[in-house]
């Protein structure tokens, strides 16, 4: 009997497993033919032009980019596709640390949610808490100025802070390629995130 119950668990097990593996596949073939699973809502597209077109346009990120205009728009368009390629990862991410304290608030994250993400990313050798800090203002200028908050970030504002954390790193490529290695080897691997 112990026999027949291991052998149905096993099989189950590899019944499950082959099951995730051809939604894994076809959602493989999927994005290489091009092809999306999820209908985009109009909120949506206008969410993630704020999330991945709109930090691009802050004064602050120009600093970031090469003197040249050619070089700087060849930059600003590998930078809002490196953002618009990890759009769901990045917003998902966000709206975990967003709502790690207790004003339980979805769509603005708080210097102290921040420097959670810093921890997890294992990017406190490259960031202390003081330039975070730093970082942190020069990503709400923008807001404060129009707005008066200076507490928390939203989600353009958070994309400009990535794009100033990549700033900090020590990776070839321009600002494109600091993205790249900041989210690569530290946010996407090492961050918590949420699944909504």
Not at 113 to 131: F, G, Q, Y
Request: charge should be positive.
């Amino acid at each position: 009997e112990r026999i027949q119950v291991a052998w149905t668990r096993a099989s189950r097990w590899r019944g499950i497993g082959a099951v995730s593996q051809n939604i894994a596949m076809e959602s493989v073939v999927d994005k290489l033919a091009g092809r999306t699973q999820k209908v985009v809502t109009a909120q949506e597209r206008a969410l993630r032009s704020e999330f991945c077109e709109g930090p691009t346009q802050a004064p602050s990120i120009a600093t970031l980019l090469p003197k040249k205009e050619a070089d700087k728009d060849f930059q600003l368009s590998r930078v809002k596709d490196k953002l618009q390629a990890n759009y769901r990862a990045l917003q998902k991410i966000f709206g975990f640390y967003s709502s790690s304290d207790s004003r339980s608030c979805d769509n603005e994250i708080s210097a102290d949610e921040v420097w959670k993400l810093i921890t997890d990313a294992k990017l406190t050798k490259v960031v202390s808490r003081t330039a975070l800090v730093n970082l942190f203002k020069k990503s709400n200028s923008q807001r404060t100025a129009t707005t008066g908050q200076k507490e928390t970030l939203g989600v353009q504002e958070y994309s400009q802070l990535l794009l100033h954390l990549a700033s900090e790193m020590k990776a070839e490529g321009g600002l494109q390629g600091k993205l790249d290695y900041l989210l690569k080897k530290h946010v996407l691997p090492q961050c918590n995130w949420t699944d909504t």
